[in-house]
């Protein structure tokens, strides 16, 4: 099971919208969900973060109109549920896509890079006819399809609105694959047990 419920928000925006004059006629609470979602969803803003999906949305059915423009303009309140990776955040995702440089973990709706050199303490080797990373002491594989938890160190919104970028680690205690995370921590126990 994938854990990243704490980077979703739930936001209430208030937007004025265009009605244009082809969707005259049809429910305005229709033409108004079906506008703001081509205007918000899949949008990447820096103070949103990640736009998921549009919901409640609620519209003024009194509008103006504008000298030269046949559409009409609308208030809308609605509400918005967003992706917003926070820096030091651990989450778990599943690793979609292996490559000599790292792996692609998919968080929430989007991919994070886990590069090579922030997978383990270890000369990592990279099987291309299987798309495996394994470390030459450990031999720990990480392959597509594994689940990992790993830390976000770095986020990179772009002023443009598209192409952000989000950077992960697995080289801190109870981090990396599931599976190595219970095996350390099992040895631990066994460490306790011993004293």
Not at 71 to 99: I, W
């Amino acid at each position: 099971m994938v854990n990243v419920e704490a980077m979703f928000r739930m936001l209430e925006v208030e937007d004025v919208i265009k009605i244009p004059p082809s969707s005259f006629g049809n429910p305005i609470e229709q033409v108004a969900l079906e506008q703001i979602k081509l205007r918000y969803e899949n949008m990447l803003d820096v103070e949103l973060g990640y736009v998921v999906l549009v919901l409640d949305v609620d519209v003024d059915p009194v509008g103006k109109i504008l000298l030269g423009d046949g559409s009409t303009y609308h208030k809308a309140r609605f509400k918005l549920l967003t992706y917003y990776p926070e820096m030091q955040e651990v989450v778990e995702g599943e690793v979609v896509e292996v490559t000599d440089f790292g792996a692609f973990i998919r968080i929430g709706p989007e991919d994070a890079l886990l590069h090579v050199s922030q997978m383990m303490d270890d000369f990592i080797s990279y099987d291309e006819k299987h798309s495996i990373l394994t470390g030459k002491e450990t031999q720990r594989k990480l392959n597509k399809g594994g689940l990992v938890r790993v830390r976000v160190i770095a986020v990179s919104f772009p002023k443009g609105g598209s192409g952000g970028k989000i950077g992960v680690t697995m080289r801190q205690h109870f981090l990396g694959r599931l599976e190595w995370i219970e095996e350390d921590l099992h040895k631990l126990k066994e460490r306790e047990a011993k004293k």
